[in-house]
């Protein structure tokens, strides 16, 4: 016969190893290093929705760089003057999604170059790269095409697929 008290397999639910809370209050705030008064330190952020507001304020200023881009590459600005500030906003907002989600791309690119593993992430740090690099001469020369809704488009993409992935 199987005991109420006997212990379970591992991976399983066990009421007998889950502490009273209410008796345990005082021990879990000391435990806590910034307790103080409080009784549990509960997170600010949960570390799910962090790259999800991550990714929408990407997606937010990706937007904003294509509508750019569709001026600049439709429209043709005949004015030089405005056509490198059309190119100045979409290089600025480039970076942004840059410093927001290209990061951890490029972390995890290089820690697997490390270790000596060619994956996903190198392929799309290399088009970020290439087409980041072609479009910032573009508009340091003043001259050529700009990519850098493209940029904007792979790192969302990448984080999306990145963000579901490690929800499952």
């Given at each position: 016969m199987h005991s109420p008290h006997a212990?379970?397999?591992?991976g399983l639910y066990n009421p007998s190893t889950v502490p009273d809370v209410a008796?345990?209050?005082?021990?879990?705030?000391a435990a806590c290093p910034a307790a103080g008064p409080i009784?549990?330190?509960?997170?600010?952020?949960?570390?799910?929705?962090?790259?999800w507001f991550r990714i929408a304020l990407g997606i937010f200023?990706?937007?904003?760089?294509?509508?750019l881009g569709l001026t600049v590459n439709l429209a043709g600005a005949d004015d030089p003057a405005a056509?490198?500030?059309?190119?100045?906003?979409?290089?600025v907002a480039t970076v942004?999604?840059?410093?927001?989600?290209g990061l951890p791309l490029a972390a995890s690119a290089a820690r697997q170059l490390r270790s000596g593993t060619v994956s996903?992430?190198?392929?799309?740090?290399?088009?970020?790269?290439?087409?980041?690099?072609?479009?910032?001469?573009?508009?340091?020369?003043r001259d050529g095409p700009v990519y850098f809704e493209v940029v904007n488009v792979l790192l969302v993409i990448y984080s999306i697929g990145q963000a579901i992935n490690s929800h499952n």
């Open positions: 212990s379970a397999p591992s008796s345990s209050s005082i021990e879990s705030a009784v549990c330190c509960p997170p600010l952020a949960s570390s799910r929705q962090l790259p200023v990706a937007c904003q760089t294509m509508v056509r490198l500030l059309l190119q100045l906003g979409m290089l942004v999604v840059l410093l927001l989600l996903m992430e190198l392929f799309f740090l290399i088009g970020i790269a290439a087409a980041f690099t072609i479009s910032t001469l573009s508009v340091i020369r």
